[in-house]
T-cell receptor
Framework: QKEVEQNSGPLSVPEGAIASLNCTYS??????FFWYRQYSGKSPELIMS????GDKEDGRFTAQLNKASQYVSLLIRDSQPSDSATYLC?????????????FGKGTSLLVTP | DGGITQSPKYLFRKEGQNVTLSCEQN?????MYWYRQDPGQGLRLIYY???????QKGDIAEGYSVSREKKESFPLTVTSAQKNPTAFYLC????????????FGPGTRLTVL
């Protein structure tokens, strides 16, 4: 059973603080990891992808991957009220027919002014 | 203007009726996907297609059908066999082959009356 686990939250942080979102996964052979942001009533929007152990930075966002611990995280620096959304972690799995993604249920983030 | 379009945005269905949700992309992507999202449940994979005229069942395919006659189009039919079809339906596409990154359309919200 391929599972992706996230704390549902809500995670509340003050404006300007660092928000830390965490995700664990069960499939040891997974190779690709993604973070999506979803505003209420809207579709998911890709924020970052990460494939290798370590950190990957893109603007205010940093993704961290530890394959040995089966753990991926997303840090949001200088959090803004506009970052308030649900963040979905997705992990790939390979079938005989190609690639698909397993999604976590998402963590709700609230950035308070 | 490249992207993924879904129509309609909102759809109402009477019990016992089949309905078809449209998904079109002009990104020249080989792979297309259908997900269902329920409150608190995250995204669940219904069907996916890596190439024209071929598709595979996802985790919750029962009560749904798809076709992939053209690279640009991947319509989803919700049949009367689907007992609880009220949900937010999301279509995604990706390059497929060596890339598992997926991009989402705006979604269709289906309500059964």
């Amino acid at each position: 059973q391929k599972e992706v686990e996230q704390n549902s939250g809500p995670l509340s942080v003050p404006e300007g603080a660092i928000a830390s979102l965490n995700c664990t996964y069960s499939d040891r052979v997974s190779q690709s990891f993604f973070w999506y942001r979803q505003y209420s009533g809207k579709s998911p929007e890709l924020i970052m992808s990460i494939y290798s152990n370590g950190d990957k930075e893109d603007g205010r966002f940093t993704a961290q991957l530890n394959k040995a611990s089966q753990y991926v995280s997303l840090l949001i620096r200088d959090s803004q009220p506009s970052d308030s959304a649900t963040y979905l972690c997705a992990v790939n799995w390979n079938s005989n027919s190609g690639y698909a993604l397993n999604f976590g249920k998402g963590t709700s983030l609230l950035v308070t002014p | 203007d490249g992207g993924i379009t879904q129509s309609p945005k909102y759809l109402f269905r009477k019990e016992g009726q089949n309905v078809t949700l449209s998904c079109e992309q002009n990104l020249n992507h080989d792979a297309m996907y259908w997900y269902r999202q329920d409150p608190g449940q995250g995204l669940r994979l219904i069907y996916y297609s890596q190439i024209v005229n071929d598709f595979q069942k996802g985790d919750i395919a029962e009560g749904y059908s798809v076709s992939r006659e053209k690279k640009e189009s991947f319509p989803l039919t919700v049949t009367s066999a689907q007992k609880n079809p009220t949900a937010f339906y999301l279509c995604a596409s990706g390059k497929g082959r060596d890339s598992d990154t997926q991009y989402f359309g705006p979604g269709t919200r289906l309500t059964v009356l």
